[in-house]
Nanobody
């Protein structure tokens, strides 16, 4: 079983930056894709970004050019650097890890507001 611990959420003004981290522990042998989803109030959960073990990435169109996903395989940790944040980025951000099944983190709140 894989456990995920997220950190880095908070309140930031429009145009600001935040960095989310998600560390995996437990049965972490041969972890595959890691990434982030988000869910805003009243909306469905949507993919933000994902990264393979080899470093291949994919992004939602709405965050391309502003968000950067990265991972440290030695630390089993995935990061999401979020720049030029907008109010519409406000959501609970969930990290995930794909191994035999998908495991989700507990979620971290990101609020973009002046």
């Amino acid at each position: 079983q894989v456990q995920l611990v997220e950190s880095g959420g908070g309140l930031v003004q429009p145009g600001g930056s935040l960095r989310l981290s998600c560390a995996a522990s437990g049965n972490i042998f041969n972890i595959g894709v890691m990434g982030w989803y988000r869910q805003a109030p009243g909306k469905q959960r949507e993919l933000v970004a994902g990264i393979s073990r080899a470093g291949n990435t994919n992004y939602a169109d709405s965050v391309k050019g502003r968000f950067t996903i990265s991972r440290d395989n030695a630390k089993n940790t995935v990061y999401l650097q979020m720049n030029s944040l907008k109010p519409e980025d406000t959501a609970v951000y969930y990290c995930y890890v794909d191994r035999e099944i998908r495991t989700w983190g507990q979620g971290t709140q990101v609020t973009v507001s002046s």
